[in-house]
């Protein structure tokens, strides 16, 4: 048996040897072209390959980072869309507080009850102005009046006045067709009272004008109060 191991081993490692062709030399010739590897064909290619391999990790980082924007972009997002739902929300409680006792806490109740208040506003403001008008140029006119009056004052008042501008101006409409020239109007306004003191120039007797101008301002009271029960009983 010992002596079939030992010429069955001799002959494998015959035929081994027969078989594998070892090189020379693990070396070559500096003039003969390197071997083609990973990454590298030839050498005039080895600035090609690394802007290759610069590309590929350059696609590989924006592949892996990509989610993560687009995660920080959504949440960006939702802050400030928060942020605008809170400015909104405080536009429209700042709103909310200037219009009248009775109105919804909704949005479209509070921008309907806003639009009329505006509106009725901006009527009451025209009004204000073509009144206002009206006074200037009746002061306008008295005061182009070259003649020399007595100078005087007057007092005149009502109680529980309806409208103390259209009160004032009908005084003032009076005046002038009494012949007499405002100088001075001092005014004061309230639930209670309207009183005017006001400075004349005449040639009739002061207290002929105060007598003309009370009656006067009475007269429009009485008429603006049948004018608004009139209305309600409507």
């Not at 490692?13 to 078989?19: A, S």
């Not at 390959?49 to 592949?63: A, C």
Request: net charge positive.
């Amino acid at each position: 048996m010992e002596e079939f191991f030992q010429v069955s081993w001799f002959c494998d490692d015959e035929t081994n040897n027969n078989n594998f062709v070892v090189n020379k030399s693990a070396f070559v010739s500096f003039g003969s072209k390197p071997n083609e590897g990973f990454g590298v064909s030839s050498y005039g290619n080895v600035s090609m390959n690394r802007q290759n391999m610069n590309k590929r990790m350059i696609e590989f980082l924006k592949k892996n980072w990509s989610p993560k924007n687009g995660q920080e972009k959504v949440h960006k997002h939702m802050i400030k869309e928060r942020i605008r739902r809170e400015k909104q929300k405080q536009s429209y409680l700042n709103l909310y507080k200037l219009l009248p006792m009775g109105t919804k806490n909704e949005k479209n109740a509070i921008v309907q009850t806003a639009t009329r208040r505006i509106e009725e506003l901006q009527k009451y403001k025209e009004n204000l102005k073509k009144r206002n008008d009206e006074i200037q140029l009746i002061l306008a006119q008295s005061n182009q009046e070259e003649e020399e009056f007595e100078k005087a004052k007057i007092k005149a008042k009502v109680g529980y006045p309806i409208c103390g501008v259209d009160s004032m101006l009908e005084v003032l409409k009076c005046l002038r067709n009494c012949g007499t020239k405002a100088t001075s109007i001092q005014s004061s306004f309230s639930h209670q009272e309207f009183s005017t003191l006001i400075e004349i120039e005449t040639k009739s007797g002061a207290a002929e004008i105060e007598k003309a101008v009370q009656n006067t301002l009475s007269e429009v009271e009485r008429n603006l109060y049948s004018s608004r029960n009139f209305y309600k009983s409507i």
